[in-house]
């Protein structure tokens, strides 16, 4: 073999993924593609039928892979391979060679998001419609995964055993119902939660009381949270079950909307120093659930107490000037 042509034999041995897109091509495409001789003549029935199959880009990306020698011994180059810290060195890895890929095939998207159309994601400054069903390989999203539709209350519990790792930092699940165990493995790096009437539910089906739920999430910053209609995973303990969890001060920001008459609102710690606070209560309670409101509001305005996040309660009803001046002290105190 003249010097040529060992260069282009390394060059094919060591070939690089240089475009992440061939991840994606590999992986929505398994299958062969045979065509055949629309005139049906019988000279093309004698015809090795092998010419005429195109090979599927799954065996075009394998043609040039060829086995490694590393100067690491191969179960150390098995547990990188398999284990890379974060999905940017994954992506340098895969591109350096294409070992890596084909030991641990992961197709890595910054955004995922179901809309009731189906799974879509930004593909060059695009939102496009991906089937995820038909990737073999496993998702490892990097920024974040929403959940928006009324029509199956199971999508987001469907993703689950094809994600690789949860490094995404903002989740959004509306009109779901997901298992304690599920959103907890969505929750492993988030910071931003938002969850609009869903049900957490625990192995036997019951729902997870609300409290119970926000116990666990001791890593998030930041939480909207939209009550079904009627709650079921709420009680009159609910707000003094809040106070007994250790992180619960640590929230950036913690919203409740529909929040229904059960509270026990007197129960509630207004004097938060480190987390800002929205109530928004349910249109459907009582006028004397809206007076104890009223009583509340009136002392959140009268107090000279600003060395804590002053809350902004709402429920319909309420005078506007309180309610704007209310929603004034509580944006810029402190």
């Not at 709402?314 to 309610?323: D, I, P, T, V």
Request: some cysteine.
């Amino acid at each position: 073999m003249n010097n040529e042509n060992a260069h282009q034999t390394n060059q094919q041995t060591n070939a690089p993924l240089h475009n992440t897109n061939i991840i994606v091509l590999f992986v929505m495409d398994s299958s062969n593609i045979q065509t055949t001789n629309s005139t049906g003549s019988a000279s093309s029935d004698t015809t090795d039928n092998s010419s005429l199959i195109i090979p599927s880009k799954r065996d075009i990306f394998l043609t040039t892979y060829r086995r490694q020698r590393f100067s690491l011994p191969d179960p150390i180059m098995h547990y990188i391979a398999k284990n890379p810290k974060n999905a940017k060195v994954y992506q340098k890895m895969i591109r350096s060679c294409k070992y890596f890929f084909t030991k641990n095939p992961l197709l890595i998207i910054s955004h995922l998001t179901f809309d009731g159309y189906g799974w879509r994601t930004w593909i060059k400054n695009d939102l496009k419609i991906v089937d995820i069903n038909r990737f073999s390989s496993k998702l490892w999203i990097k920024e974040s995964l929403s959940v928006s539709t009324e029509n199956v209350s199971i999508v987001a519990s469907s993703i689950v055993s094809k994600i690789y790792r949860s490094d995404f930092k903002i989740l959004t699940l509306l009109y779901q119902s997901i298992s304690l165990n599920d959103l907890l493995i969505f929750c492993s790096s988030v910071n931003g939660l938002t969850l609009k009437r869903v049900a957490v539910k625990n192995y036997d089906d019951t729902v997870v009381p609300f409290e119970k739920v926000i116990e666990q999430l001791p890593k998030v910053k930041t939480i909207n949270y939209t009550f079904t209609n009627p709650s079921n995973n709420t009680s009159e303990n609910t707000l003094k079950e809040l106070w007994k969890i250790p992180h619960f001060s640590n929230y950036d920001y913690f919203c409740l909307y529909n929040i229904p008459e059960s509270f026990d609102i007197e129960s509630f710690n207004f004097f938060m120093k480190n987390t800002r606070i929205r109530l928004f209560f349910s249109n459907t309670i009582s006028e004397e659930y809206k007076a104890r409101l009223m009583v509340i509001v009136d002392q959140i305005i009268e107090s000279k107490n600003r060395e804590y996040k002053p809350p902004y309660i709402y429920f319909r009803g309420n005078n506007l000037a309180k309610s704007n001046e209310l929603y004034y002290i509580h944006l810029f105190s402190k």
